[in-house]
């Protein structure tokens, strides 16, 4: 098995080789060009588009597959479960009830069904069986709920950090680099200036505009000196968002 080291590495060798490929391809230089002249960084812009290409969905199967069994065992301890307490409950199931049938047994001795049935045990089967599927509902949510945000997650940052160096959000140019990063990576994917534009405004604006309005806050009262100290810290923008 690999080391952390290692494999931290072979990733930094993909993302330069992702990266090499992302500027060999025509227009590339030129959108960066755009983008750094109004302000941008280009080796943050570069490792963020390789960011956004990086497969994110590895887990996807391992997740999903650990859904199935984990509902299956709760499926297979139900089915268990209902079944073995109908056996147990039948009084056919036990001994003594032959013995009264041929009139060799004393029926005042024997217990009833009920009573011998087992059916705290049945109740236990049950409940492993609920939380089964409660993990099984994790996972769902999971793969529901986590799994578009983290496909997402590089793109709003990419559009953040354009925003946050130039002040302007340069829609088209990101369409532009979105889809040769995805054409380096080997992928067909191809982004649109309207795509870019609508993604913005549903996920990114809303997380600026919040932004903005805690640092209007918390610049009340500030001197000067210290408004031009803060703003000069705009490196924890992404972060803080």
Known sequence: MDSWKTVAE?????????????????????????????????????????????DTTWWHQGARRNKQNLESIANQLETVANHAQRISLAPSSYATFWLEMSEMGDPKRAKSAKERSPTWLFGLMRQYAKHCRDRAGCFSTLLKEYAPRQRRAMIDCLLLEVWLRTRQYHDKEVASLLTNAFEAAGLKRTFTEFQIQKHRQRYVVPRIEAYLEREAKSLKGMSG?????RALQGNDFISSV
């Open 225 to 229: 000196k210290d408004r031009l100290h």
């Open 10 to 54: 072979r990733c930094d060798r993909k993302e330069r080789e992702l990266r090499r490929r992302i500027l060999s391809i025509p227009g590339s230089r030129r959108e960066l060009l755009r983008l750094t002249k109004a302000g941008a960084d280009q080796g943050r812009i570069l490792t963020l588009l390789a960011s956004a290409v990086t």
